[in-house]
């Protein structure tokens, strides 16, 4: 311990030589050193640690308040003005390793460890808060907490949210992607009834692992043939132990970042399964925008062997358009088009949402599209609904074809 303050005694004296302009200055600077080294050697070694200890505490919630932040903010600017950056060194390098290895972690753990690290992050606060109060030290409580979400918020973004800020997949792929003209959304809104009349299958509950492989199969052709980057990982579904959490936010599946685990709501129909397990799988991939997830599970159950998993994707997707298109004149004579056994399934799906909405799942929705907009997605919660102009630029720039 003595030699570290002399270490530390010899470098404030070397600079304040060449710093201090006055000789006094720096006589008094090296009297406090002197006095405080002193001190020090006063101290037995239970007491010396204890004041090392507190120095550690104190540099800590220094990097973590002010440098931590700081660097994360300056690198959010720099890859908001060069997303291609993120693209080149993010997504297919730091990126790329951290999801096969964490994704490779987790799956052999056959729960949640988001959810279960939710739970205990909301006891280490409640007691960190009630040890603070207890020791009446509750700004310093206050701080080493802020302290911790800084960690969290920079780990989110080193581990997956900077894919945010990636070129558009439209870009990658070398697409035009823009909100369609009303003659362009009515045609595309016609071609999607009839591939999905066309698709329509009673769909049986689901073999997880056989879904999962199949999903995984449709991935490695897809991507391949895209060029998109490929990252072996693994991302088996899992479920929460209180699905409600779901259920009451109103949400189908569920990306968790800090440990790359796809969720999926225990609660789904089996016409739900394929296209919300695919959709998570692309935001493991790195796929962030909610948009561009969907699309590319379009893409990738289309690819499937099993037809049922084709059903999957063009209902989902045939939703959206619906949406799209409500607002025309037509719409109403043109819905009368899709199957009665796709307006069941419709039904079914609305009868499994509706008991569940309320004051929760409205403040879950605005809360997302806050978070959405932070990230720089255009629209918020309305990004979901831009999958129709990915599918309408996709078609039109390869001669109106979906790949199958």
């Known amino acids: 311990m003595i030699k570290i303050f002399e270490i530390m005694k010899s470098a404030f004296v070397f600079r ?45 919630l220094l990097i973590c308040l002010i440098f931590l932040p700081a660097f994360l903010f300056s690198l959010l600017i720099l890859f908001s003005s060069y997303p291609q950056l993120v693209e080149t060194f993010y997504a297919r390098g730091l990126f790329a390793g951290i999801a096969m290895i964490l994704s490779r972690l987790s799956a052999v753990v056959p729960f949640s460890l988001s959810e279960v ?60 992607s823009a909100a369609p003209d009303s003659l362009a959304l009515r045609e595309n809104f016609l071609w999607c009834v009839e591939k999905t009349n066309a698709a329509w299958q009673p769909v049986a509950k689901w073999n997880l692992q056989n879904l999962d492989q199949e999903i995984e199969r449709g991935y490695a052709e897809v991507f391949a043939e895209l060029n998109l980057p490929a990252i072996s990982g693994r991302w088996p579904p899992k479920f929460l132990l209180l699905p409600q959490l779901l259920d009451y936010t109103l949400t189908s599946g569920i990306f968790g970042p800090f440990f790359h685990e796809a969720h999926l709501n225990a609660h789904l129909l089996p016409v739900e399964m394929p296209f ?87 403040f879950s929705q605005k809360s ?34 979906i790949p199958q």
């Open 276 to 362: 919300v397990l695919a959709h998570e799988k692309a935001h493991g991939r790195g796929f962030a925008r909610e948009s561009e997830a969907s699309f590319i599970a379009l893409l990738v159950c289309l690819r499937s062997n099993t037809p049922a998993i084709h059903y999957s994707a063009y209902f989902s997707v045939l939703g959206r358009f619906r949406a799209r298109y409500r607002q025309y004149a037509d719409y109403d004579s043109l819905k009368q088009l899709i199957r009665p056994e796709i307006v069941a399934d419709v039904e079914a799906v609305w009868k499994r949402i509706e008991k569940y909405m309320g004051p929760l799942a409205e």
């Open 16 to 60: 304040a030589r060449n710093f201090l302009p006055f000789s006094f200055s720096l006589f008094i600077f090296e009297i406090k050193v002197n006095y405080f080294e002193t001190i020090i050697t006063d101290m037995n070694i239970s007491n010396r640690l204890r004041l090392f200890q507190a120095f550690s505490r104190r540099r800590a």
């Open 368 to 401: 997302y599209d806050v978070y959405l907009r932070a990230n720089q997605v255009e629209g918020g919660t309305e990004n979901y609904s831009d999958v129709v102009d990915l599918v309408v630029g996709w078609r039109k720039s390869h001669q109106e074809t």
């Open 117 to 176: 690290s939710l739970y205990g992050g909301i006891l280490l606060a409640l007691f960190w808060a009630r040890r603070g109060i207890r020791q009446r030290r509750i700004g310093r409580a206050l701080l080493e907490l802020l302290a911790g979400v800084v960690i969290l918020l920079s780990w989110f973004y080193f581990s997956w949210g900077f894919n945010y800020l990636r070129p558009p997949i439209s870009k990658q792929l070398h697409f035009a």
